[in-house]
């Protein structure tokens, strides 16, 4: 491999630091759920499971994930490795939008929510570093902006039908008068 400029090894490290992230949680996750699968196991069996599948998964995902970050970084008219860098990115807004969401409460009351959602397009440019091709990307993608939420009380039943109702139940709290 030829000699790669400070540009590219630090790219060649950011790349190779997300890889081993991803490679270290899910090599845990799978780890951990090796260790629950072999729980009727000896803890020896067990151990060695969950160290075995770990790895197995965190080796792959690294392996996988570094490939991956080094054919988004390397240059298509060049081919030289770790040399694409993004040079520039343009948001525009192309429309707005007021949207509400309403969530009833347990008390009956309803909390609403409301924002405006921003359709931004957006116009990200990439350079490479060795031969200097520039290449773009253009995508749209939605944005909340403004939000507030507040809570709307529960209904208050009227107080002429709260004492109609006061006035029924005592009329027939009384014993009814009995002929002999």
Avoid: H
């Avoid at 570094?66 to 993004?86: E, H, K, V, Y």
């Avoid at 929510?113 to 520039?134: M, P, R």
């Amino acid at each position: 491999m030829t000699q790669l400029t400070q540009e590219q090894q630090a790219m060649q490290a950011a790349i190779r630091k997300k890889a081993m992230i991803w490679g270290i949680v899910l090599g845990l996750i799978v780890a951990g759920l090796a260790w629950w699968l072999l729980g009727s196991q000896g803890t020896a069996i067990r151990g060695g499971g969950a160290v075995l599948g770990g790895f197995a998964a965190g080796f792959a995902t690294l392996r996988k994930s570094m490939s991956s970050g080094a054919s988004d970084a390397r240059c298509g008219a060049c081919n030289a490795a770790f040399s694409i860098s993004r040079s520039d990115r343009v948001e525009e807004v192309i429309g707005s939008e007021p949207k509400e969401k309403r969530e009833e409460q347990d008390d009956a009351s309803t909390e609403v929510t409301t924002w405006v959602e921003d359709k931004v397009a957006v116009k990200e440019t990439y350079t490479c570093t060795s031969c200097g091709d520039e290449t773009t990307k253009e995508f749209e993608i939605t944005r909340r902006r403004d939000e507030e939420t507040s809570v709307e009380p529960a209904p208050v039943v009227k107080a002429a039908k709260k004492a109609d109702k006061k006035s029924n139940s005592s009329k027939s709290s009384k014993p009814p008068n009995k002929k002999k």
